[in-house]
């Protein structure tokens, strides 16, 4: 496998030196100065919020855009240029109408004019180029003219029917709303006769088939260029030319042994969770007829579009961004806080920190660069050379890219994934089940995830991260419905004996310690966590020991260290994917959540208890919530190897126990007025008085049963939200009414972490925790800063008295970005306290990506 630096740009002449972990408040010389306009706070003006959309405006960027040689470029050899010189916009320069004191010389660009694009080929989010872009997005590429067929990989639409690539073609620009009947209709009233044609609603893209030169030459004829809604049809390709010159040697699709299944719904199918989606650079460059360049497509630009750049970059770039996404923060509190409220201080003080909400501290490194992901799942597909592959898909299914591309090249993979995704797709070369196909939602093999769980010893880690590798979980998911029992079952001989055999024949032997069936039928292949799964035993290799067996799913897990304790991992549970960066990253949220022996810790969306656990010798008690069910019994298994006996963990959706949690442990009433409160403990209702003034030490434990003192430490256990009484009666046992203690002395610290998924945190769960007044210190850690900063709108805004209820019949919402819409939902938000951002720290857990963990406190 190529390392990272064989990609990598040679080194530039660095204009202001990197300082990682210094704060970045006020115009030092490492920040970007760009102000942001207040028509930014627009919800039209979004940001493209991951990769995958900037990748789309890049692509289409590309082809629009024949841009002449830049000012600068052409006055310096580009190699003396610093990668981010003239980046993004001067806002001293914008501001004080074209003068800015750095002169020409300044960093940042002087105007549209000077603009150039990042390293990644984004553009300044707020430039006009930029939201051009946006919007050019948002109307749903209706720019269709300009679209080139090289978007096109749709290897699963040839190995469903045609034997000749020169009859299938592609319509590009088709309405999304359309399905194939909607196809052909159109295509009838056009008179257009053809073999078969397919179209999935959510795409843009329909598949026809015909059955002579004569038909396709007629077709291109009427259609290419026809206008359809406010878009130009364009007859394409489904795998461009410039593939297919390369691959005359290589052999048609196989045809597949289809199970015909009805298609339901479209959806999209993301070989990687976190995989964003850019052109590069590297290779595959064609001449296209036209003479402009066709860029190929790669995994490795598509898997890590950063890839190409030094990693001192990468986290600069890194950096650049959360700053933007942070300073939107500000901009949608200050716009939500209502009129006759002063706007808090924090606001007002962002002006001396350049428009953000705290201090953003730095990017920690990570640890390791290349080969981190301990966890791989590789798609099954056609490559664009027609070849049953294991690795990643080139780009997005709604624009028709189905064609995957092994992983070799892809610098965050390790070399056992990619030798398990070699073995796999040697494996399927000669299987007499079909690879899935995402078009017809028909097939058998899908995916395989690869998980590795590593030995402990520190040292060794860093430097040789394989060798510390010793143990592998394999998870390949199919879809068995309409397939022969006894074909399958033969096939899973077959392949695990494949496995068996490529791990044992590589030198030194690969870990092989669970490999396990998911049986899933859903149209992308993200599994809900009940996915029946089965697991297949492993033939021992005769002179290995390393090899272990187990047919029992119960016993299909590995284990992983983090900060010397050891995690077991079940197949569905969540880990995260670089364990020593983390380590670092659990690490801080303990050192800014300001842990005590009086700390009553929540851990929400806890996972297999990483964080809980980690920081359970530092705190009184820990009570994480994780809503799936594997996880959970891996966090309390974990507890319970490592000796840790002050942990609770509930088994539920945060949003439906946050609250009840919330009340029954801290055992206060629910709100800070002064009206007569009610609390509910033990189905009794309590009610008392508390003055906004009063400290909540001497707050009255109203019943004295729920005090959270847990005796000689023995609390650890785990709750379904369904046992609401026996998480009662374990609080009771657990707690030693008689000696007097009540919540508030035993935990005077009340403090949350919060580390949810990609979309956040559930609007009840924000409320939940916003409105308690016992909760005063919130860590929250994000992998997708747009909503970190959506959830933070809400939990920062100052509220009014009177909240505004909802309108149910407003259907605005749906087009509102993520900050809009907590916006809106801030001004229904019961009176309560708001947070205050603290501080903010990004670990960087996926080098070469353009994605980071963000970490804030937020305090009040
Ligand atoms: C980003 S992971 C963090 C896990 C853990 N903190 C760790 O670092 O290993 C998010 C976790 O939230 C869980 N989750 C997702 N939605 C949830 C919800 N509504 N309530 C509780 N847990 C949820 C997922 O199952 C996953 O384990």
């Given at each position: 496998m190529a390392s990272s630096s064989d990609n990598q740009v040679p080194a530039t002449e660095t204009l202001n030196p990197y300082v990682l972990k210094t704060p970045m408040n006020g115009h030092d010389s490492t920040e970007s100065p760009h102000q942001t306009t207040p028509q930014e706070a627009e919800p039209g003006n979004k940001e493209p919020s991951d990769a995958q959309s900037t990748d789309n405006i890049e692509s289409r960027e590309k082809r629009k855009r024949v841009d002449p040689p830049e000012p600068s470029e052409s006055a310096e050899p580009k190699s003396s240029l610093h990668p981010l010189w003239k980046t993004s916009l001067c806002s001293y320069f914008r501001r004080s109408d074209g003068s800015c004191s750095h002169g020409e010389g300044c960093r940042y660009a002087h105007g549209e004019e000077e603009l150039r694009p990042r390293p990644d080929n984004s553009w300044d989010p707020t430039s006009e180029r930029a939201k051009k872009l946006l919007k050019s997005e948002d109307g749903d590429k209706s720019e269709g003219s300009n679209s080139r067929d090289d978007d096109v990989l749709m290897t699963d639409a040839l190995a469903d029917d045609s034997s000749d690539s020169a009859l299938a073609k592609c319509l590009v620009n088709l309405p999304m709303r359309w399905n194939a009947d909607n196809l052909r209709s159109f295509l009838a009233e056009q008179g257009i006769l053809y073999k078969s044609a397919k179209k999935k609603k959510g795409m843009i893209i329909g598949f026809l088939n015909f059955e002579s030169a004569e038909q396709v030459k007629r077709a291109m004829e009427e259609l290419d260029g026809k206008s359809v809604g406010n878009k130009n049809l364009k007859v394409a390709d489904v795998v461009p030319r410039s593939f297919e010159k390369k691959t005359l040697a290589m052999p048609p699709p196989q045809s597949t042994q289809q199970t015909v299944k009805p298609a339901s719904a479209s959806d999209s199918v993301v070989s990687m969770s976190s995989n964003g989606i850019e052109d590069g650079d590297t290779m595959n460059d064609s001449l296209m007829p036209d003479g402009s360049v066709l860029k190929a497509r790669s995994a490795r630009d598509v898997v890590t579009p950063l890839a190409h750049m030094p990693y001192a970059d990468q986290l600069e770039h890194k950096k650049n961004s959360l700053m933007q996404s942070l300073k939107r923060l500000t901009r949608n509190a200050r716009k939500a806080c209502p009129t006759g409220v002063s706007l808090p201080e924090w606001i007002l003080k962002s002006r001396e920190i350049g428009g953000l909400p705290c201090k953003l501290e730095g990017v920690i490194e990570s640890?390791?660069?290349?080969?981190?992901?301990?966890k791989c799942e590789f798609s099954v597909g056609y490559s664009v050379q027609g070849k049953p592959t294991v690795g990643f898909m080139l780009g997005n299914f709604r624009e028709g890219v189905t064609a995957v591309e092994e992983p070799v090249d892809c610098p965050n993979v390790s070399r056992i994934a990619c030798k398990y995704a070699a073995i796999f797709q040697e494996f399927l070369q000669h299987s007499g089940l079909p690879i899935w196909n995402r078009l017809n939602n028909t097939g058998f093999w899908r995916q395989l995830t690869v998980r590795e769980g590593r030995a402990p010893g520190e040292a060794a880690e860093v430097e040789n991260l394989e060798a510390s590798v010793s143990e592998v979980m394999l998870m390949v998911q199919v879809?068995?419905?309409?397939?022969d029992d006894g074909i399958v079952n033969s096939e899973f001989e077959k392949m695990t004996q494949s496995f068996a055999m490529g791990a044992s024949s590589d030198s030194p032997c690969l870990p092989l310690t669970a490999l396990v069936v998911q049986d899933h039928k859903g149209i992308s292949n993200a599994a809900p966590a009940d996915a029946p799964l089965r697991s297949l035993p492993i033939p021992k290799a005769e002179s290995d020991s390393g090899l272990e067996a187990t047919n029992n799913v119960m016993e299909a897990r590995i284990h992983d260290y983090i900060s010397n304790l050891q995690f077991r991992i079940s197949p569905t549970a969540f880990f995260q994917v670089n364990t020593l960066a983390a380590e670092k990253l659990y690490s801080l949220a303990g050192d800014w959540a300001?842990?005590?022996?009086d700390t009553l810790l929540f851990d929400i969306c806890c996972g297999t208890g990483t964080i809980g656990l980690t920081l359970a010798h530092r705190v009184g008690m820990v009570v994480g919530i994780e809503m799936n069910a594997s996880a959970v019994s891996d966090a309390l298994r974990n507890a319970e190897i490592n000796g840790i006996e002050n942990c609770i963990f509930v088994c539920a959706k945060a949003e439906d126990v946050m609250g009840s949690l919330l009340k029954e442990y801290l055992n206060l009433p629910k709100k800070q007025d002064e009206n007569p409160n009610v609390s509910e403990s033990n189905g009794e209702k309590i009610s008392t008085v508390v003055d906004e003034e009063t400290p909540m030490e001497n707050l009255p434990d109203p019943e004295g049963s729920t005090s959270l003192e847990i005796e000689n430490g023995k609390g650890t256990s785990a709750h379904s939200k369904n046992d609401n009484q026996e998480l009662q009666s374990h609080l009771q046992k657990s707690c030693s009414p008689e000696n007097g203690t009540n919540s508030m002395q035993q935990f005077k610290n009340v403090v949350a972490i919060v580390d949810p998924p990609r979309v956040g945190l559930h609007p009840t769960v924000i409320k939940a925790l916003r409105t308690h007044p016992g909760l005063r210190r919130l860590v929250y850690i994000s992998c997708n800063p747009e909503s970190l900063v959506a959830n933070a709108i809400e939990l920062c805004t100052p509220s009014v008295d009177k909240t505004e209820k909802g309108n149910k019949n407003n259907r605005g919402w749906r087009n509102m970005s993520s900050a809009g819409l907590a916006r809106h939902r801030a001004k229904s938000m019961p009176n309560s306290e708001p947070f205050q951002p603290i501080k903010a720290m990004a670990v960087d857990l996926f080098p070469h990506t353009p994605h980071c963990e963000l970490v804030m406190l937020l305090e009040r």
């Open positions: 640890p390791i660069v290349n080969g981190y992901r301990n879809c068995s419905a309409g397939f300001g842990l005590g022996p």
